[in-house]
C-alpha cells in the first residue's frame, strides 16, 4: 500500500511579488513489493511550475520505493504578479507501478497553499 504525503517549505507564498515555494512529496511503500512511484500535478494558473513562464501541469518520477521504504522529491512552486492572496488547492495524483508495468496502487492527494499579502 501506497501511502503519499506533502509539505511546503516555507508555508506560505508572498501574494503579487516573486516569490517561490518548494513542495516535497512523500511516498511511503507499506505494501510487500517494489513500487516505482510517478506524481501528476496540477496547480491553478496564478501560480506556475517554470520561473518564465505559466506552467500549471507537471509530472514527478519520484523513483523506485522498496517495501517499507519512504522516498521523496521536491519541486518549486513559482509566483509573481499574478500570484493573489488566497489558499490555492494543489491536485496530486500519485501512481505506483508494479515490476511487470502495470499500475499498481493509484492515490489522489490535495496539498493546500496559502498564499498571504505582506510576509
Avoid at 55 to 80: C, D, N, Q, T, Y
Wanted: glycine letters at 8%.
Amino acid at each position: 500500500m501506497l501511502n503519499p504525503s506533502t509539505h511546503f517549505s516555507p508555508i506560505r507564498m508572498a501574494a503579487f511579488v516573486r516569490s517561490e515555494v518548494e513542495l516535497e512529496v512523500v511516498a511511503r511503500n507499506e505494501g510487500h513489493s517494489p513500487l516505482w512511484v510517478e506524481a501528476d500535478l496540477v496547480i491553478p494558473e496564478a501560480i506556475s511550475l517554470a520561473p518564465d513562464k505559466m506552467l500549471s501541469h507537471g509530472r514527478l518520477r519520484i523513483g523506485i520505493a522498496l517495501p517499507g521504504e519512504k522516498i521523496s522529491k521536491k519541486v518549486r512552486i513559482f509566483g509573481g504578479a499574478s500570484s493573489y492572496p488566497d489558499t490555492y488547492v494543489l491536485r496530486l495524483t500519485i501512481f505506483g507501478f508494479g515490476k511487470d508495468g502495470t499500475i499498481a496502487e493509484r492515490c489522489e492527494l490535495r496539498a493546500d497553499l496559502r498564499c498571504e499579502k505582506g510576509i
